[in-house]
Nanobody, 123 residues
Framework: QVQLVESGGGSVQAGGSLRLSCAASGYNWRSGCMGWFRQAPGKEREGVASIYDNGRSTYYADSVKGRFTISQDNAKNTAYLQMDSLAPEDSATYYC????????????????WGQGTQVTVSS
């Protein structure tokens, strides 16, 4: 059974950076799909980035492309989301998600979810 624990959220000023971590147990890093989603109050959950094919392939939403970088460290059983040039509209609860399969877009399909970590960006 996959279990995910996020960390690294917090408050930062616009233009700053944060790195989120997702420690995973029971997850197959070589064949699975790991993603980061976010949800702001009153908005739908949005898939922002994913990584699969043992780290060889990635997906980014247009809203974060060029600013966010997803990576994985198989030896540490951890995925990361490096977030640079943060803007107030990036404020949300960020969720790590993992699955053995992915959607056509490249996001985890019917994933196991982490508990979420809050990111707040002030202007």
């Amino acid at each position: 059974q996959v279990q995910l624990v996020e960390s690294g959220g917090g408050s930062v000023q616009a233009g700053g950076s944060l790195r989120l971590s997702c420690a995973a147990s029971g997850y197959n890093w070589r064949s699975g799909c790991m993603g980061w989603f976010r949800q702001a109050p009153g908005k739908e959950r949005e898939g922002v980035a994913s990584i699969y094919d043992n780290g060889r392939s990635t997906y980014y939403a247009d809203s974060v492309k060029g600013r966010f970088t997803i990576s994985q460290d198989n030896a540490k059983n951890t995925a990361y989301l490096q977030m640079d040039s943060l803007a107030p509209e990036d404020s949300a609860t960020y969720y790590c998600a993992a699955s053995g399969s992915r959607t056509a877009k490249g996001l985890p399909f019917a994933p196991t979810w982490g508990q979420g970590t809050q990111v707040t960006v002030s202007s």
